[in-house]
């Protein structure tokens, strides 16, 4: 079983659309949590962290659900330019390192 | 400030050949990655650097070495180049690894083609 998991989609949806993203992670000892975004052929570049409590930056809100071990990402009135990939990712505090989803790709249509 | 650099952005090598990647950052980060990334894998880690002199294997190791040159210098050394290494290699850096909110702060990536 992989340690973070995602449905790799992709998720088509029209502008103005909302759209959730779920992610699954398998280690309890997970400390922090982020999303980050990849454009096609580019470097992945960090969306926002997640906190417990949760948190949003504009049309974007995080969740973190550790009873069930997961984290959610919402994009609400869809852009065109927030077509890419969306990658969930753990950090175990204990190993300094971060475990990298294969990501959900998004395509938004006019 | 130009962030996290690599080169060669491209390269093509033949099975059996050597080559290094070269990665460099100028944010004063402690702390530096390599990762490769192939089509429904994700982002695997092949080794890291915590710190000025040290380095660790990540989840991927073999086939690979590294050496952190110095605090802005991390390389990537594969030895004896295989087919199965065709992949996108990114460098990352951060401040201090395994900090709670720590951000990786990434290179734009070598695409490795070996034949």
């Known amino acids: 079983r992989k340690e973070v998991e995602q449905d790799p989609g992709p998720f088509n949806v029209p502008e103005g659309a909302t759209v959730a993203f779920n992610c699954t992670y398998s280690n309890s000892a997970s400390q922090s949590f982020f999303w980050y975004r990849q454009d096609c052929r580019k470097e992945p570049k960090l969306l926002m962290s997640?906190?417990?409590s949760g948190n949003e930056d504009g049309r974007f809100t995080a969740q973190l659900n550790r009873a069930s071990q997961y984290i959610s990402l919402l994009i609400r009135d869809s852009k065109l330019s927030d077509s890419a990939t969306y990658l969930c990712?753990?950090?175990?505090?204990?190993?300094?390192?971060?475990?990298f989803g294969q990501g959900t790709t998004l395509q938004v249509k006019p | 400030n130009a962030g996290v650099t690599q080169t060669p952005k491209f390269q093509v090598l033949k099975t059996g050949q050597s080559m290094t990647l070269q990665c460099a950052q100028d944010?004063?980060?402690?702390?530096m990655y390599w990762y490769r990334q192939d089509p429904g894998m994700g982002l695997r880690l092949i080794y890291y650097s915590a710190s000025e002199g040290t380095t660790d294997k990540g989840e991927v190791p073999n086939g690979y070495n590294v050496s952190r040159l110095n605090k802005r210098e991390f390389s990537l050394r594969l030895e004896s180049a295989a087919p199965s290494q065709t992949s996108v290699y990114f460098c990352?850096?951060?401040?201090?690894?395994?900090?709670?909110?720590?951000?990786?702060?990434f290179g734009p990536g070598t695409r490795l083609l070996v034949l």
């Open positions: 944010m004063n980060h402690n702390s």
């Open positions: 990712v753990v950090n175990i505090l204990s190993t300094g390192k971060l475990i």
């Open positions: 990352a850096s951060s401040v201090l690894a395994g900090e709670t909110g720590e951000t990786q702060y």
């Open positions: 997640v906190y417990s």
